[in-house]
């Protein structure tokens, strides 16, 4: 039988605000534990909500992003529930007013086809401390810094076929939320996480099939490999005769190993309700004519700029423009390169190699986008070769000089366009080498342009390699005749 | 309406209550009664009537941010029954 | 200087005394430390006295005093209900759950009494976190009445009305969720006013539940609470639900004449349950109002039966996810030795929290639950619109609204401990006040049996200038709030 999958995602993305949802303790990451929870964040008796007005800002960013609709009125409610590493007894959290409704996003799939994922909603709410296991004498640990941190959760509708279109729905997604700047996108962080929806159904069928769902998985090739493997478990369950039991299941990246949660002994009973600590949210008109004008260019509108106006492949202009800090760097060094084509292969060839080797991503690239594009200038203007190129862009992320000119003068790296310098060496080679010039004379056309290829090469190493190669080339062949 | 043993065992498990069984009877009889009481209210025609929250037509006011908590874990952990490394201790949890 | 009692002088009687140097803080701090040594142990009002750090506080306002650096509440000696965080003071709630816990903070209203020169007794008695109408539920025993030991306060401040009945502190705060502030108040024969919903922060007052919670004065006179609420209303950014309104000087316009005040009796409010001499009292006090020129006329508040309904579904449910907190795991009590995570979560709070208690979280996590939230919660809401509405039609044609604080004098100690419908019921004529928000004021206005009886008064929403203006007119004529226990003048 031939099985369709279908899939639908609960994204988490944490708000990158400088405070929490409902305190001003600071949301950074990686502080020692409970220095960041304070005595809101810690649920104490007494203590009061008041809602961040970023989060807010942040949540109907994403809902521009995602062209849904912004609920003008819109509730936190209370999901109860016990649990450590949620101080409160209860999550605040949106359910029937959401801030964020209907919306939908399109994917480009490989086959070149779009594909367009309905958004059902994209609520606020706040996420929950950290549980650490390591051994306290049998005890756990609870650390509650990252509890009250602002979470905004998009939940599509059922509308992905594959894991790679889940991955791509991601990717996008990531793209939009870090071009919008409410989120850093930092997978490895927590900073998005995602929930996944998975059923099989026959082809053909209509109804869909029973779900499971596989939670907190924070990396896109980790969640591609969750899916592929639940899709293949269910298919295997159904043929072999057994019904499939709608769970929660755990994902281990490392061991590539999936299971089900301990079911819950009593089917869970949030008990939601209006949180009466808070009173109803009402978004302004003004306030969102105000963020209308602070929306930065999408990426799907980047993409078809660089292709339309930089000429850059649809290829090149889809990775330079899915991470927002690579698309603002290439921007910057396009504006100070003054070469689209040469920025592209440099961020993406040299560039994202060397921060790769290094384990580095671009916002803490120590070669600032502004030096790239002087040394790119200096490529186009043929002060240097790609070879000396690459030598200058060593130098500069050794911090041997703050600019590629600097570099350049400092190493005597210019290259030598004086049309007298590069005759002398021209004919400093060819006197020197008679015996190749014999050859090259008596040779047929055919055979000559390899043999050229010979003294370019000596000349280049005469000039080490600072001889402009075009005017070596023309100058040899008016000397060879 | 009687809300007999056997729910208040669940209510009381929900809200995490542990209860013995003579509370748990104790509870019976006294919530029914209640129930009892709070029944009454399904006599009134509420049909077309917005249910309040709060009493004043209030709206949330939002908060700048800003950071203007600082580290008091000292404090704030002083009245934990059981701290270590800053962190606050738990029988172990198995997810 | 009054030739009364220290303990029986108002805010402004010793307020003058202090100012002229007639007297210091210290001693004033003194007599009623010394007062409560005396009778603490039969009366039981306080569950912690803070004697060395009070003495203290009157240290230092006796040295503004004499830098001539005198608010109007200057080195005034009060106590509070123990839900008030008061930082490094314990804060019990009345509760086993908060026996060991010292607040790290201290809430927005006591910190404005602080900051305006008070001194701090002590924290006061109630029912376990304030869930209860005869101070019976307490972990730290029952509160006893001061005119008659064998009966009970009133509650949930039982411990605030029966500590000034008593003599033993210049005022006190409570909080008022269904009627904690004025039923005592009526049951001890002093004044107890509720503000308006939002008019005094909630930061740092441990919330029941949080949509009807209001702290407010309790007192001597109505002029007493006046200059109380000068001081503890005002907006705070901390709590969401605090309004942003400028608090007028409540003092100001305590002698407004009444002539032409338009008096709203609401028939509801004069109906079976209510004792018949407490009713007769009661109008007996609005007689005085008409020889002061006002007018009454009988109104209808439709929905009043319906609020003890409603009001038993909203508080519990609230309430059941506001006690979540209380989980032995960052604070309060924990249980010995826990097996597991579960065994922590219910014996911490099963052995910590009383029956009225657990009682009302189970009824609040019934009401919310799957399956009831429409037919419970959704219902009690849309009533409380109703209960407002008709309020809000009620104020377009009276000034005030006057009936019963509570619908008979306080009762035996134990005589409904096991009724928990006739306990709610008592509740009835104050109920409907905090649901639809309003301010509500109970002021002595006769005795029966021995035993004080209050009068309500009920304004629009922010018309507390208002109420305490009627409130300090009727004391002006009327000397039931003058009036002590016998054996406690000294």
């Known amino acids: ?481 | 309406m009687v809300i007999d043993p056997t729910t208040i065992a669940s209510i009381a498990h929900l809200a995490r209550l542990s209860l013995s069984d003579d509370e748990v009877q104790l509870a019976s009889g006294k919530i029914s009664a209640i129930m009892g009481l709070i029944d009454e209210m399904q006599s009134v025609d509420t049909n077309g009537v917005e249910p309040l929250a709060h009493p004043l037509d209030a709206v949330q006011r939002l908060r700048s941010d800003e950071i203007t908590e600082i580290n008091q874990r000292e404090e704030l952990q002083a009245n934990a029954p059981a701290v270590e490394k800053g962190l606050f201790l738990v029988p172990r949890v198995i997810e | 200087m009054s030739n009364k009692p220290l303990h029986q002088q108002s805010l402004t009687e010793l307020s003058r005394s202090l100012q002229d140097g007639a007297i210091s803080s210290t001693e004033l701090t003194q007599h009623y430390l010394d007062r409560i040594k005396q009778l603490n142990g039969e009366l039981n009002c306080f569950i912690t006295v803070c004697e060395e750090q009070s003495l203290q506080q009157a240290n230092a306002a006796d040295r503004a005093i004499a830098a001539g650096n005198i608010k109007p509440l200057t080195g005034i000696p009060l106590a509070h209900k123990d839900l008030f965080c008061t930082e490094g003071v314990k804060t019990s709630c009345g509760s086993r759950m908060l026996d060991n816990w010292i607040a790290p903070y201290e809430s927005t209203m006591t910190g404005n009494l602080k900051a305006a020169g008070t001194v701090m007794l002590g924290k006061l008695n109630m029912d376990e976190f304030a869930m209860g109408g005869s101070n019976e539920n307490s972990y730290y025993g029952p509160v006893r009445n001061p005119w008659n030991r064998e009966v009970i306060p009133g509650g949930s401040s039982g411990g605030s009305a029966a500590a000034m009945a008593a003599g033993l502190a210049a005022a006190t705060t409570g909080s008022d969720t269904g009627g904690s502030i004025r039923q005592p108040a009526s049951m001890c024969g002093i004044t107890g006013l509720k503000p308006t919903y939002g008019r005094i922060s909630r930061w740092g007052m441990v919330a029941f539940a949080s949509s009807l919670d209001q702290a407010g004065p309790m007192t001597r006179t109505v002029e007493d609470a006046a200059l109380m609420l000068n001081v503890m209303a005002g907006f705070d950014p901390k709590d969401s639900t605090s309004m942003d309104r400028a608090v007028p000087d409540y003092s100001a316009t305590l002698n407004e004449p009444l002539k032409g005040l338009r008096i709203g009796l609401p028939k509801e409010y004069f109906a079976e349950g209510l004792d018949s001499r407490v009713e007769q009292t009661v109008r007996n006090a609005i007689a005085e109002y008409e020889k002061m020129g006002a007018t009454v006329k009988e109104i209808s508040l439709p929905h009043t039966h319906h609020s003890i309904a409603a009001y038993y579904v909203i508080a519990p449910a609230e309430a059941s996810t506001n006690l979540s907190r209380f989980d032995g795991v960052r604070f309060g009590y924990r249980c010995e030795e826990p097996k597991n995570l579960e065994d922590l979560y219910q014996r911490s709070r099963g052995e910590s929290f009383g029956s009225e208690v657990k009682n009302r979280i189970m009824i609040g996590t019934y009401a919310l639950s799957a399956g009831y939230y429409d037919a419970y919660y959704t219902k009690a809401q849309k009533i409380r619109r109703l209960i407002r509405d008709d309020f809000l039609r009620a104020f377009e044609e009276v000034d005030v609204i006057m009936g019963p604080t509570a619908p008979t004098p306080a009762f035996p100690i134990g005589a409904k401990a096991n009724d928990p419908v006739a306990m709610y019921l008592g509740d009835i004529f104050t109920i409907s006040t905090n649901l639809a928000g309003l301010p509500g004021m109970s002021i002595p206005a006769g005795m029966v049996d021995g035993l004080p009886v209050g009068l309500q008064i009920i304004a629009p929403h922010f018309e507390e200038a208002r109420l305490l203006n009627v409130g300090h007119q009727f004391q002006q004529t009327t000397d039931w709030h003058l009036r002590t226990p016998v054996d406690l003048r000294g």
């Open chain 1, 1 to 481: 039988m031939e099985w369709e999958t279908v899939i639908g995602l609960e994204v988490h993305v944490q708000l990158a605000t400088k405070t929490k949802i409902f305190s001003a303790a600071s949301t950074a990451f990686g502080a020692e534990a409970n220095t960041q929870a304070c005595a809101i964040d810690l649920g104490l008796p007494g203590t009061l909500p008041v809602v961040n007005e970023e989060a807010i800002n942040m949540a109907i960013k994403l809902g521009f992003g995602i062209n849904a609709e912004i609920n003008k009125i819109n509730v936190f409610e209370r999901k109860n529930y016990f649990y450590p590493d949620l101080p409160k007894g209860y999550q605040t959290t949106q359910l029937a007013k959401p801030i964020v409704g209907a919306g939908h996003m399109d994917i480009a799939l490989e086959d070149g086809t779009v594909h367009t994922v309905r958004i059902h909603h994209a609520h606020l709410e706040e996420d929950a401390g950290k549980s650490l296991h390591e051994d306290f004498h049998g005890m756990t640990g609870i650390d509650l810094n990252r509890a009250g941190t602002p979470l905004i959760e998009v939940v599509t509708e059922p509308d992905m076929r594959s894991a790679k279109q889940a991955v791509a729905f991601a990717r996008k997604l990531h793209a939009i939320v870090t071009t919008l700047g409410i989120c850093d996108g930092e997978m490895s962080q927590g900073s998005m996480r995602f929930d996944v929806n998975v059923s099989v159904r026959p082809k053909g069928q209509t109804t869909l099939g029973t779900r499971t769902e596989t939670k907190n998985l924070n990396s896109f090739r980790f969640m591609e490999r969750a899916i592929n493997k639940e899709v293949q478990r269910q298919i295997e369950q159904i043929e072999d005769g057994f019904e499939i039991v709608q769970e929660t299941r755990l994902y281990n990246g490392d061991t590539d190993e999936a299971r089900s949660m301990r079911t819950k002994e009593e089917a869970n009973d949030y008990r939601y309700f209006p949180c009466p600590d808070l009173l109803p949210v009402i978004i302004e008109e003004s306030r969102l004519e105000k963020l209308r004008a602070e929306m930065p260019e999408m990426p799907e509108v980047r993409k078809a700029r660089f292709i339309n106006e930089l000429g850059l492949s649809d290829y090149d202009a889809e990775i330079l423009s899915a991470e927002a800090a690579t698309a603002n760097y290439f921007e910057t060094v396009v504006q100070s390169g003054g070469d689209a084509k040469l920025a592209a292969n440099w961020v993406m060839g040299e560039l994202a190699k060397t921060l790769n080797q290094n384990d580095l991503t671009i916002k803490n690239c120590p070669v600032s986008a502004q030096v790239l594009g002087g040394l790119i200038a200096r490529i186009k203007d043929n002060t240097l070769s790609g070879k000396i190129a690459k030598q200058v862009f060593e130098a500069l992320w050794q911090g041997e000089g703050a600019t590629a000119d600097e570099v350049i003068e400092k190493k005597g790296l210019k290259q030598v366009t004086d049309t007298g310098a590069i005759e002398a060496i021209v004919d400093e080679v060819l006197a020197a080498n008679p015996a190749q010039v014999e050859q090259y004379l008596a040779a047929d056309e055919a055979k000559r342009g390899k043999m050229v290829g010979f003294f370019v090469g000596q000349i280049m190493k005469a000039s080490k390699g600072k001889a402009n190669p075009g005017m070596v080339n023309q100058l040899l062949k008016q000397k060879l005749g």
